[in-house]
């Protein structure tokens, strides 16, 4: 009695006590066992590695489920993207078990099994139960996750002032794991031996009637973790399941949170939402829910002014590159977030680098620092120095060699890895009516075509180049249109094919920012008439057909 008297006074709880107070406030539900007979999961589309670190953790004296957004797919008769595991074992115990195990995080402390090497590895996430704590029984910190790292070290409970969780790594039974989860239909359990599906919040029935329900108090909730404002929204469009009405109605209020999220997991937010299959109904959602200022790369689509006619030309491209991503995911296609994200901010390095031209810029200077622009105000430092970071550049920087159709330049361009996210790029572009179609149709012929076909095709492209030098000598010139007149890059691309140098090997090297240049072959002309197939070896082969953005 004493003793509880003087942690009273100091403040002091203890975490089991902790958690009793917090299981007194939340919605701890009732462990429901539901047989295969019921909810009737195909076993062909588990994830067997899933099932082995299940079967492991439970050859070890441990409880172990599949379990989140796996089991929610698995109940719509979906192929799960991604398998998770939840566990009673501590982070320590299940790393002991598995040979190549790595415990990972900080917010929350989790284990990465993994198997294979190289791009054919396959990671299971393994969690350990957690205990449910609302924001009284936490440590609060004033600052967050970068700025209050000294105080963050060694506490396992902690919130930011706004009562967003920095630190969950307090462990407890089962049904407080479930309270502690976001909505209902993804706080289910699945034993892959036993079959089971062990549901504490009526999620199984949620999910027969297609509801999104948030556990416990939304307000609460959200605060917690803003970015279940993102998931909630995808889920929605993924599952085509609606919002209950208590669930919805903070979101508004709730929105200015995000601003705290860090940069980084936001951004793989806005990757998930957007590649996961549903993107054009995750942006209606996000309209729906008037969340459109919180997503900058979309304000085309769902921002203020987002309706203005002299938008429509760019609202059609990132509409089409949107409609684009989601029939290849529905194809079991790959869909490459660096393609994606070059078609959102594609208008806006294009704007840039008509600025650049316009202050006397030479073109791919301006090019690049239209690029790294766009960069600062968009991505930040995530990716814009990476491999995703990379590609973009490659992608936009391939544009304006597109309108080079002479000499070596074609044999070149085909040979680039990146070549058919670049093309794919430029065939979005002239289905949005922004360049001839006809460039379009040209590139895909000439990538897939003969050594015979590829000549005929670069001589009537000298041909059509020589009528254009020609015109103004038949008939009076036409005056040149002003370059404010033009549409905001257009006419920077248009200069750029004309300015730039025929050969591809006098090009400067676009590179990320500290990569070595790399060395580019230059080729040796044929004379008329003479055989190819020495370039149809080098670069006929390698041009494999377009339209893969991967």
């Not at 009273?8 to 975490?15: A, F, Q, Y």
């Not at 402390?109 to 609302?134: K, P, Q």
């Not at 200015?256 to 209606?284: C, M, W, Y």
């Not at 990476?386 to 085909?414: C, H, Y």
Request: proline share 6%.
């Amino acid at each position: 009695m004493i003793k509880t008297f003087i942690d009273r006074l100091l403040g002091k709880t203890s975490s089991a006590k902790a958690g009793k107070a917090a299981a007194g406030k939340v919605p701890l539900g009732k462990r429901v066992e539901v047989p295969a007979s019921e909810h009737r999961i195909n076993p062909e589309l588990l994830d067997e590695r899933a099932v082995r670190v299940v079967r492991t953790l439970k050859d070890g004296g441990f409880e172990a489920y599949i379990v989140g957004g796996a089991v929610r797919d698995l109940l719509v008769n979906r192929r799960p993207k991604d398998f998770d595991v939840a566990t009673n074992a501590t982070p320590e115990e299940v790393k002991a078990l598995f040979r190549r195990a790595f415990i990972i995080g900080r917010r929350f402390r989790i284990v990465h099994v993994i198997f294979g090497r190289g791009r054919e590895h396959e990671v299971v996430e393994v969690s350990t139960f957690r205990a449910y704590l609302d924001n009284s029984a936490a440590e609060a910190v004033a600052g967050n996750e970068k700025t209050s790292k000294s105080e963050l070290a060694g506490k396992s409970h902690a919130v930011d002032a706004a009562g967003r969780v920095l630190r969950d790594n307090v462990w407890g039974p089962q049904i407080e794991d479930a309270a502690r989860r976001d909505f209902t239909v993804n706080a289910m359990y699945y034993d892959p031996v036993t079959e089971i599906v062990v549901d504490y919040h009526g999620g199984l029935k949620d999910i027969e009637r297609k509801v999104l329900r948030m556990i416990g108090d939304p307000v609460t909730r959200y605060r917690e973790d803003p970015v279940r404002i993102v998931r909630v929204v995808r889920f929605a469009a993924k599952l085509g399941f609606q919002i209950e009405p208590k669930t919805r109605a903070p979101i508004g209020e709730m929105a200015a949170l995000l601003d705290n999220i860090p940069v980084s997991r936001l951004f793989d937010e806005t990757i998930k939402l957007l590649q996961t299959g549903h993107a054009v109904a995750s942006v209606e959602e996000l309209r729906k829910q008037g969340l459109g200022s919180r997503f900058p790369m979309l304000d085309v689509l769902i921002g203020p002014g987002a309706d203005k006619p002299e938008h429509a030309a760019r609202r059609k491209f990132v509409e089409l590159a949107l409609a684009d991503t989601d029939r290849r995911v529905s194809e079991d296609r790959p869909v490459a977030p660096s393609f994606l994200l070059a078609c959102l901010l594609w208008h806006e390095v294009l704007a840039g680098w008509h600025r650049g031209r316009e202050a006397g810029e030479a073109p791919f200077p301006a090019l690049m620092q239209a690029v790294d622009a766009v960069f600062d105000a968009r991505v930040g430092d995530i990716s814009g120095r990476g491999k995703l970071g990379t590609d973009m550049r490659e992608i936009w920087g391939m544009q304006p060699r597109f309108e080079r159709r002479t000499g070596n330049a074609p044999f070149s361009l085909v040979e680039q890895p990146r070549f058919r996210a670049g093309y794919d790029f430029l065939r979005l572009r002239a289905d949005a009516g922004e360049v001839d179609p006809a460039l379009a149709e040209w590139w895909e012929d000439f990538s897939l075509g003969t050594p015979e076909e590829r000549d005929a095709l670069l001589a009537a492209a000298r041909e059509q180049q020589s009528k254009v030098r020609r015109a103004p000598a038949s008939g009076a010139a036409k005056p040149p249109r002003s370059r404010k007149s033009a549409p905001a890059g257009e006419e920077a691309l248009a200069t750029d094919a004309a300015d730039s140098p025929e050969d591809e090997d006098e090009l400067p090297a676009m590179e990320a920012e500290g990569a070595p240049a790399r060395k580019r072959r230059r080729r040796r002309r044929k004379p008329a008439g003479a055989a190819v197939a020495g370039e149809a070896g080098a670069s006929g082969d390698a041009a494999a057909p377009a339209g893969d953005n991967a």
